[in-house]
DNA sequence: CGATTAATTGAGCGGACTCAAAGCTAGTGG
DNA sequence: CCACTAGCTTTGAGTCCGCTCAATTAATCG
């Protein structure tokens, strides 16, 4: 599956399965040095999950954690009747898994198509001993879920289902592209049907489409089919997002 | 784990201050050895809020950090319009402060009165550099945060105003006594007032009394006065919090 | 192409909100 | 001591937003 790493004298390369990797740059294999990068490189291993596949479940040994190389992860989280909230997304490159504790608290499943570099929670526990710098980098993405998850409380508390619809839009296109200040139209694909859009706003899926109709019907929104999304006026989408009903 | 406070030359005993701390167990200061925890304790002053008092603003610059000594802490955030949503409570000896930022996403403001060891951020900044432990202390705080969060978005998203009450009473009944599995009647005072039950709630404070008026006549609370809870059979609560309405 | 799943639209209901009023406390001053 | 006030809480009446149930339309896939 991977080509080996090169092992010259002095492990100065950094492995091949790592050169193009985001996660080597942005996400938590960026505090590791080449010989820690070879060390981890040789108990990776990549792996697909198709959409809506289990990636581990509430209560399960963790097996493997893992840097999402491409796709969605949902996180989610059920009351005892069944009823689902999705409790957090996460996007490449971030990593997948509780750290210091080999046990998920929620399901984490593929919202999408998902390619992620898989590796024993042994050998992040090993290289967090040596490098502290790993352990920051993991506290650091720990403290913008947290920041998210925060922001997410303010929508699901206090905000009508319009609101939320829009803040969801807006969420998503931040991600797509992190600088949009502009006023041009953005188009992207959502990651998430509407079940799962529902599950997120703590909406039905019925409401989500009255919602989506009508920032349709307000020119805010075009939907050229049920997953692409155009967002013609990014401003008024914040404004919606933000302010009481459209 | 942690380096035994050893008896050497000078700084051999930890200050005074710390002596009956809570914070040198269990908060971050444990991470500490006496020599820098007597550097830490040279910066230190306890200051008291009263309740309903900020202590720090959404977006203005953290002057100082702290460990909680006793009290209450909220975290709330507003929507443009003045909607509030509190987005965590904190309790002694929690950490405050937003770590590696010197600025607050939110508004932190004591609920009851609150006694907090504050410090300059430049001194715990300096002391991660030298002790990864301390790191590691406030990592497992913030993963804390997240998964309390995270239980909320779940509440907040899928759970009925009933339930919701419940949840709350259960999640204070648990930081007042850590271990109630047993079925006996607990009673504590409730460190929020209606209205910030309900921001914290995603609810009115019509709506809260409502709730608490039916936990009263299914006679799974007591309600000597406003702020004074007795939880007359524990498990009967949690059913309340878990399942659909009482 | 039919079969199946996903999404939209409509009608009607109900839970939580809004607005309004009254009851409780705790604190103040005559 | 009680009257008075101000803030907090409870209770009531009526409304509306989002849910439920049901039917239709659109997309996906063998």
Redesign the interface.
Known sequence: MNAAPRKDIHNSDIPLVCVSCEARHKGVCGALNSKQLSELAKHTSKVTFNAEQPITSDGEQIRRYGNILSGVVK?A?L???G???I??LQFAPDFVG???SEKS??DVEAATEVHVCTFPPQILNRLVQES?EL??R???Q??K???E??????T????SAGERVASFLHFIAQHVDPDLHKRGPVTFELPLKRTDMA?F??LTIETVSRQLTKLRQARIIELPNNRTVVIADVSRLKAAA???DI
Chains 1, 2 share one sequence.
Not at 156 to 159: A, C, E, S, T, V
């Open positions: 996180l989280k009351t005892s009747d009823r689902q909230q409790v957090g509780r750290p210091f608290d929620y502290p352990e920051h993991l506290h650091e720990t403290l879920e947290l920041d998850a925060r922001d997410w409380m303010l699901l508390g206090r905000k599950d706003l703590g933000d302010k009481q």
